[in-house]
């Protein structure tokens, strides 16, 4: 069975600098895939990011990127100028390569952009 | 477009008591799933479906009842709702069963059982 987790129930940010949110998971598959959704107040998740695990170039989609380190089973998500409207919680999530389209999410962290 | 729609959006019921859940897609995907979020535990898959006609059991199924008669729809029902099945629920689709890279997700249902 595989495990996600956010060691961080909420962090805090300055408007338009940078945080980091954390995630590692425990797995046996070699090949899988990692993703990050944002849930804002309105509740809709929406994708914010994804990392496949075969390939070793971090991820990046605009002011998001990710630390991916296979060995260490890490994740982690470096949103960057951060903005009013990135006040959300983010989850972590991890998909086996054979499991359809089964999550596992991990706990969730709850990220306040202050300005 | 309407996406996944999810509805009622609020909903107190009473210890024992019955009720379902609607999920709806207009997107034809293949693949429908239910997942209830629960404070500091995210999201955790109920039930999933692969196609009209096919059903398996998530992570938690206990109290839970699916079925997939048609591809847009995936109702999810409560038979005899327990304080533990307060929640919020999340209906989600994607195309297919291989990984695209996005769960569409509604907008979620809050369920209160007292």
């Known amino acids: 069975a595989q495990t996600v987790t956010q060691s961080q129930p909420e962090m805090s940010v300055q408007e338009a600098e940078t945080v980091t949110l954390s995630c590692t998971y425990d797995t046996s598959e070699n090949n899988y895939y990692l993703f990050w959704y944002k849930q804002p107040p309105s509740r809709q998740m929406i994708l914010v990011i994804r990392?496949?695990?075969?390939?070793?170039q971090n991820a990046t989609e605009n002011r998001f990127s990710v630390n991916f380190q296979k060995a260490a089973k890490s994740f982690s998500l470096k949103i960057s100028d951060s903005q009013l409207g990135d006040t959300a919680m983010y989850f972590c999530?991890?998909?086996?390569?054979?499991?359809?389209?089964?999550?596992?999410f991990g706990g969730g962290t709850r990220l306040m952009v202050k300005p | 477009n309407a996406g996944v729609t999810q509805t009622p959006k609020f909903q107190v019921l009473k210890t024992g008591q019955s009720m379902t859940l609607q999920c709806a897609q207009d997107m034809n995907h293949e693949y429908m799933s239910w997942y209830r979020q629960d404070p500091g535990m995210g999201l955790r898959l109920i039930h999933y479906?692969?196609?009209?006609?096919?059903?398996d059991q998530g992570e938690v199924p206990n109290g839970y009842n699916v079925s997939r008669s048609t591809t847009e729809d995936f109702p999810l029902r409560l038979l005899s709702a327990a304080p533990s099945q307060t929640s919020v629920y999340f209906c989600?689709?994607?195309?297919?069963?291989?990984?695209?890279?996005?769960?569409?997700f509604g907008e979620g249902s809050r369920l209160t059982v007292l």
């Open positions: 479906s692969v196609g009209a006609g096919i059903t």
């Open positions: 989600a689709s994607s195309h297919g069963t291989s990984v695209t890279g996005e769960l569409f």
């Open positions: 990392q496949e695990a075969y390939k070793q």
């Open positions: 999530a991890f998909i086996p390569d054979n499991a359809g389209n089964m999550l596992t």
